[in-house]
T-cell receptor, first 111, second 112 residues
């Protein structure tokens, strides 16, 4: 089992819809979780971090964390064509210094 | 603040040549990282430096060496480049544990 797993997609949603991206992780003691967005040919940029069980909202983005199920998700409401990118889930190892990244989910928002 | 900078942006090497990728950050971060990104493989950690004066291997260290020159700079060296090292290389930095990483713009390396 990989440390961090994501559906690679591609995921296509119409403009204005909700996009749902999922990530599972293997290390039960992980404490922090991050979602990055990466446009083609660019570097990853942080869009959300979450540390506690439950939901965290920031504008059109909501991160959801369920530590018992070892599952973290990202919801994008009112999806826009500019949201078309690859979304990477990142989880630090228990040592706290190393990160594991999922392979990313490619999202396309269709106008 | 320039954030995390990387040089060069693009490089073409012949098999067996050596080169050093440079990374610098101006955010006074303690930890620095080198990743490679290949299609379908995601970001894989090559080496990291948790603090000035320390370096540790990541997931794919073979064929690479690193130097944490000071708190700002972390370089990645390929001693004898191989076609399998064709990739996009990202440097990242982080204030400390519990915080996110900030990425540089990347270096696209081709080894022929």
């Amino acid at each position: 089992q990989k440390e961090v797993e994501q559906n690679s997609g591609p995921l296509s949603v119409p403009e204005g819809a909700i996009a749902s991206l999922n990530c599972t992780y293997s290390d039960r003691v992980s404490q922090s979780f991050f979602w990055y967005r990466q446009y083609s040919g660019k570097s990853p940029e942080l869009i959300m971090s979450i540390y506690s069980n439950g939901d965290k909202e920031d504008g059109r983005f909501t991160a959801q964390l369920n530590k018992a199920s070892q599952y973290v998700s990202l919801l994008i409401r009112d999806s826009q064509p500019s949201d078309s990118a690859t979304y990477l889930c990142a989880v630090p190892l228990r040592t706290g210094n190393q990160f594991y990244f999922g392979t990313g989910t490619s999202l396309t928002v269709i106008p | 603040n320039a954030g995390v900078t990387q040089t060069p942006k693009f490089q073409v090497l012949k098999t067996g040549q050596s080169m050093t990728l440079q990374c610098a950050q101006d955010m006074n971060h303690n930890s620095m990282y080198w990743y490679r990104q290949d299609p379908g493989m995601g970001l894989r950690l090559i080496y990291y430096s948790a603090s000035e004066g320390t370096t540790d291997k990541g997931e794919v260290p073979n064929g690479y060496n690193v130097s944490r020159l000071n708190k700002r700079e972390f370089s990645l060296r390929l001693e004898s480049a191989a076609p399998s090292q064709t990739s996009v290389y990202f440097c990242a930095s982080r204030p400390g544990q519990g915080y996110e990483q900030y990425f540089g713009p990347g270096t696209r390396l081709t080894v022929t």
